[in-house]
């Protein structure tokens, strides 16, 4: 401000304030006569625009990790798939040769679908085009179909399931399609982050009119850091060794989801 005084040129810069927690924007400019030597400030709070900028650079970031693991998990099922084609088509392939590859093949071509169908629908929640399907439905149904679909990972990782459903029927109006969808990507989380043999649990109960589902794990767990943005796209809990398979975008469709 001395200088501004001193050689009436006008300065602009961006300081923050760690005492206020604040972010400003600074013109210091001077006034009057040369010999007067008097400088006007003028402040602009930018604290916000601050961390909307750092917000997006994260999200940037993240965006670019998402596509990177998209690759490599897009990737992952091509590889036994081409290898069940080559057993195919070689002449001394046996029957039974042919139906394990068979069934080799249709897992990863599950796999495949249930990430293509993932990314799609986080893109019509985004796009606000996700059409909701309501009737009335018995939770504990849901239950079941969400268990079927959960199967796969839940056996691979030979996780006991001990499903606790409700004494009579619990009437919903939603959509039956995407509460199974919420309740296996719950399922599918909690067998993701647990060690193999880990039991979970499932239960549905009623009170005060409304339907209380519970899934329980024993899994790694979430730091108080990661608690905080667990259902944040492109979001994973643990880190290299801990980090796990998947795109970090169940947990943000079973939200969006559920708000819808």
Avoid: W
């Amino acid at each position: 401000y001395g200088e501004v005084a001193m050689t009436g040129v006008p300065v602009h810069f961006e300081n923050t304030a760690r005492a206020l927690g604040r972010s400003y924007e600074v013109y210091a400019f001077r006034i009057g006569p040369a010999d007067g030597r008097r400088v006007g400030v003028l402040f602009k709070d930018i604290t916000q625009r601050k961390h909307d900028e750092t917000l997006l650079r994260e999200m940037d970031r993240r965006k670019d990790e998402f596509i990177a693991i998209l690759a490599h998990e897009l990737k992952n099922p091509l590889a036994p798939l081409r290898h069940s084609v080559d057993l195919l088509r070689h002449p001394a392939t046996t029957a039974g040769i042919a139906q394990s590859a068979a069934s080799a093949m249709d897992r990863q071509l599950s796999h495949l679908e249930r990430l293509v169908d993932d990314v799609l629908n986080v893109a019509r929640i985004s796009s606000g085009k996700l059409e909701l399907r309501r009737e009335r439905i018995d939770l504990n149904q849901i239950m079941r179909d969400a268990l079927d679909l959960s199967r796969e990972r839940i056996d691979t990782g030979r996780h006991p399931v001990r499903m606790e459903l409700a004494p009579g029927p619990v009437y919903v109006s939603g959509d039956a399609v995407r509460l199974a969808q919420v309740i296996a990507n719950l399922l599918n989380n909690a067998a993701k982050y647990s060690e193999d043999g880990a039991p979970i649990r499932m239960s549905l109960s009623t009170a005060d009119g409304q339907a209380l589902l519970h899934v329980v794990d024993v899994g790694i767990g979430n730091s108080p850091e990661t608690l905080t943005r667990v259902f944040d796209m492109f979001m994973q809990g643990g880190s290299g060794s801990e980090r796990r398979d998947g795109l970090g975008i169940g947990l943000t469709l079973v939200r969006r989801l559920v708000e819808a």
